[in-house]
């Protein structure tokens, strides 16, 4: 977990998408702005709640906030020094969205949507049979990365029903990966990372075409069954037990976080600039060359 940047948690009218903010707001717009932030600080409280209620941990001076240079995010509002043992988050394993829960949870289910049961002591046609077993064959050898996206477009589509609702709740309301910026977005963000990224439009384009095909294909072999659209699935592309821990390090060091500042929690650590776009929506300055 590394600072990305450091920024005032006091107004958020500067934040938003990683372009440049307006260099004047309107109070209209700062009103707005302030309504804003206090939804996502109660998003906030809710998937601590959450996280805590399971026995987990969440720093007290962490805060789901509008006010960063990125949209969205988690900044510390007060200063924190990190400690040795202390996480900043320690989520429960069994709250975690991962792989082998999509395959748990989607396996089954999609087995008994796409061929319902027999009724006891029946006998299966030799048809039905093979196809039941072509389609377990095509849920065990599916992409687990795709299986996940369609778990988390079909718990985001049952809204508060879902168990891991307070942590979809607290997820942007609009797809923050590179991939998806509009053209103009797109070049403001290239333009803004300079030299670095001056052959990355073709590849940001050819990422996005492959999420699309991936995504219409899902929902064209599972969607019916899940109830769930290829837009959905696009946006998705614990006490005595274990936890996923999060530590505030920097290069493998202790990083203390002074208030304000916004951190990026990186799940594929070693990965390129142009991977962090496409994923992240943004590259973090300390990757920035």
Partial sequence: MAPASTTSASCP????????????????????????ESRVNALGQQLRDWI????????????????????????????VVPEQRQPLIAVPERLLLTTEVAAQQLGPLLLRQLQPPAPPGAWWPL???????????????????????????SERAKASASPWWPYIAALPEDIPCGWALSQKQLAAELAALGSMASDWAPQVRAAAAAVDRQAASAVATWGKELSVSAADVRFTTSAGEACAAVHSRSKGALQALPRGTEFC?????????????????????????
């Fill in 52 to 79: 805590e209620d399971a026995g987990g941990y969440v720093h007290p001076a962490l805060q789901l906030s509008m006010a960063t240079p990125y949209g969205r995010g988690v900044v510390a509002v007060e200063a």
């Fill in 127 to 153: 048809g039905l049979r093979r196809q039941q077993q072509q389609h377990r064959q095509q849920i065990s050898q599916a992409d687990p990365t795709l299986l996940l996206a369609l778990l988390l477009a």
């Fill in 265 to 289: 929690v990186s799940y594929v650590a070693g990965t390129s600039p142009l991977n962090m776009l496409l994923n992240f929506g943004f590259v973090p300055h300390e990757h920035r060359r």
């Fill in 13 to 36: 009218c500067g934040g938003g998408g990683g372009a440049a903010a307006p260099a004047r707001s309107s109070d209209g717009d700062c009103a707005a702005a302030a309504k804003e």
